[in-house]
């Protein structure tokens, strides 16, 4: 198989890894890419790509961080810091960072693991990914991965991964807080 035929995954987050990467690594050579600037406070940051890092290496996935520069996020997202908006900021941010990460490394596709969450909006990620592909010159891998996630939640917690309270950015954390 040519790195031309091979899928560059984006990773959100260890547990949400779990069935795009069965998925994927079954009929694809894989790598993750964890880029994910909108991860706030720092720690929560850091501690997202440990536990990444770690299911990655359990697994023999190579794994690729890209920058963490959470200026990036605030300029993406703009004044729109209300749901959906900033969400589908954060989606282009992050996939057109993955897309170019692809086609720079040579990978022929890209998909993401944010499609593996009943919560997050599927369709705003799929145009996200639709331009992001576009833009880079390589492949979109729109795999449903929905059917995994309880199946890759309770495997998180088999393995006592990190599991995460919010999405990621302060403001999704803010409104996690809130609902408690």
């Known amino acids: 198989m040519s790195m031309a035929d091979s899928v ?4 959100c987050c ?9 998925v994927l ?3 694809s050579l894989v790598a993750a890419y964890y880029y994910n600037p909108n991860i706030h406070p720092a720690e929560e940051y850091a ?3 440990s536990t990444a890092k770690q299911y990655c290496e359990e697994i023999g996935l190579r794994f690729i961080s890209g920058p963490y520069i959470p200026e990036q996020y605030f300029t993406a997202i703009g004044p729109d810091v209300t749901k959906p908006a900033r969400c589908r900021h954060c989606y282009e941010l992050r996939l057109s960072a993955t897309a170019a990460a692809a086609a720079e490394l040579g990978f022929g596709s890209f998909s993401t693991t944010l499609l593996v969450s009943p919560y997050q909006d599927r369709e705003a990620i799929l145009a ?8 880079s010159h390589v492949d979109f891998v729109e795999e449903d991965f929905t059917a995994g996630y309880r199946a890759a939640q309770q495997g998180s917690r088999e393995r006592g ?3 995460q309270k919010y999405c990621g950015c ?6 996690a807080d809130e609902g408690r």
């Open 47 to 49: 501690r997202r790509l």
């Open 25 to 27: 690594g079954a009929r």
């Open 14 to 22: 260890g547990p949400c890894a779990i069935h795009p990467a069965t």
């Open 170 to 175: 302060s403001y999704s954390k803010d409104e």
């Open 161 to 163: 991964m990190y599991r």
């Open 8 to 11: 560059l995954l984006h990773v």
């Open 128 to 135: 996200a990914g639709r331009r992001a592909a576009a833009r």
